[in-house]
């Protein structure tokens, strides 16, 4: 029998329970599967005498994480801890230095630092895996960074987090708002009781940029990706693009533009139910990729859990076990270009805008002035309720208008005195 591939677990929570989990109850497959046994040799987490879903005393107990970058009995590290910075950075960072193949299932850290990471790597010959990273068990990261390799990669986008898909669909579902469907997902375990990792859109950031890096062959540029969540998003939004045959999705999009530059948005948008993306609920997650050869190629499952996760990072410990090795962000780091990123306020697409201002004359005429002026053309516009004096919605759709007159007239709208708050402008993507 060939050697065991012994792995050294640095966190076990949910995924490094997950991992032990496979490995204890599926040691045969998993050695079929990867030519060779896979051991658990040394584990490590914050506090030992914690009570797990699963039986850790048999493994050598590593106090200090860090320990399990210079530890004989390991070959590869696995960093189920998490955080950009601090222990996570300093147990990866000296894994690699120290020649061990490292596995994590942490996007904040290599969106952070996966640059210097993958040069760490590549300069100790060891591989540095991340398919968990990335949409949990959905094998996002083979299917971009192996599986589409022949194409010129056009576009890739997608829905990167369970959480706020969740919550739309559930808005959508039951009509509630906000703030209620984030207490009962906070409740359920599907949010964080700081959500802002996931409605603020930090997270689905974190992949989309992973994701543009490998398609288009760039250092990943968390610095330089604005982004928008999802706590705009209201009820009134959610009905409007159901009755005109859209939902509303936190989409991550980027994508090659003609002069070479690259697009790069995350943002809540409007999307039509005829477009798979449009129907993926709940918390599936989907990645989308448009290669010139391929054409379209569409991955969809569970974004993040235990079960889901832990495949993930499984898959990356039996490629290293077979000696498969792929550069991080699938060419060599040297050939790895600083993005040339397209200035979002020149890209144009459709509209929708709701606008809440106080019921009065004269309200529209106002608002259909400042978009003239700006020369955005009104797709429809329709008044959502009618109470004279209080709060109503004001909702539109424009044709193709620039990105950059849109913020300019939600600007206008704002300093408007019956405006009551911030316009909430969307997207209208049609996904071709
Ligand atoms: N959960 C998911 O569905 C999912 C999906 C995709 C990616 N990820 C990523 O996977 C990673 C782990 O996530 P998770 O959900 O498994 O997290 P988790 O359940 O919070 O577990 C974190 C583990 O790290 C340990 N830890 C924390 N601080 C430590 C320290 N200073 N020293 C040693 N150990 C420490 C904890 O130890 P104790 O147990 O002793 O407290 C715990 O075992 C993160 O990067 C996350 O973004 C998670």
């Not at 060939?2 to 997950?18: D, E, S």
């Not at 990273?133 to 083979?142: M, T």
């Amino acid at each position: 029998m060939p050697q065991a591939l012994r792995l050294g677990i640095a966190g076990l929570g949910t995924v490094g329970v997950g991992v032990a989990k496979i490995i204890q109850n599926h040691a045969d497959l998993m050695t079929a599967r990867a030519g060779r046994p896979i051991e658990i040799s040394c584990v490590s987490a914050r506090d030992p005498s914690k009570k797990r879903d699963v039986d850790f005393s048999s493994y050598e107990w590593v106090a200090d994480a860090r320990d399990l970058a210079s530890k004989d009995n390991v070959d590869v590290v696995l960093e189920l801890i998490g955080g950009s910075e601090g222990l996570a950075l300093e147990l990866v960072k000296s894994a690699l230095e120290n020649k061990k193949h490292v596995v994590t299932a942490n996007k904040a850290l290599l969106a952070h630092h996966g640059y210097e990471l993958a040069q760490i790597a590549e300069k100790n010959g060891v591989t540095l895996a991340y398919e968990a990273a990335v949409a949990g068990g959905i094998p996002a990261i083979k299917a971009l960074r192996e599986g589409v390799a022949a194409n010129r990669i056009d576009a890739v986008y997608g829905i990167l987090n369970g959480t706020c898909n969740y919550m739309l669909t559930n808005m959508r579902e039951t009509g509630r708002d906000f703030d209620v469907i984030l207490k009962e997902a906070q409740e359920m375990g599907y949010a964080e009781a700081d959500p802002s990792f996931d409605v603020d859109g930090i997270d689905a950031g974190h992949k989309l940029c992973l994701l543009s890096a490998i398609a288009f062959g760039t250092k990943p540029d968390f610095a330089n990706l604005q982004m928008t969540g999802i706590r705009k998003i209201t009820p009134t939004d959610i009905k409007f693009a159901q009755d005109f045959g859209y939902r509303i999705k936190l989409l991550g999009i980027a994508e090659r533009t003609k002069d070479g530059s690259i697009m790069q948005l995350l943002e809540p948008c409007l999307v039509p139910v005829t477009n798979p993306v449009g129907v993926i609920e709940d918390v599936y997650n989907a990645v989308y990729i448009d290669g010139d050869s391929v054409d379209t190629v569409l991955v969809t499952g569970r974004g993040a859990g235990e079960g889901p996760t832990a495949s993930a990072v499984m898959a990356d410990v039996i490629d290293i076990a077979w000696g498969i090795h792929i550069p991080t962000f699938g060419v060599p780091v040297e050939q790895l270009k600083d993005p040339d990123w397209m200035n979002l306020n020149d890209t144009h697409s459709h509209y929708y805008l709701r606008i809440n201002v106080l019921d009065q004359a004269g309200v529209m005429a106002e608002i259909s002035t400042i978009l003239r002026d700006l020369q955005i053309s009104i797709e429809s516009m329709s008044q959502h309720g009618r109470d004279p004096g209080a709060e109503v919605s004001i909702v539109l759709t424009t044709h193709e208008a620039r990105h950059g007159d849109m913020v300019k007239a939600c600007e206008m709208f704002a300093a408007l005195e019956s405006v009551v708050n911030e316009p909430c402008l969307m997207r209208v993507e049609t996904l071709e």
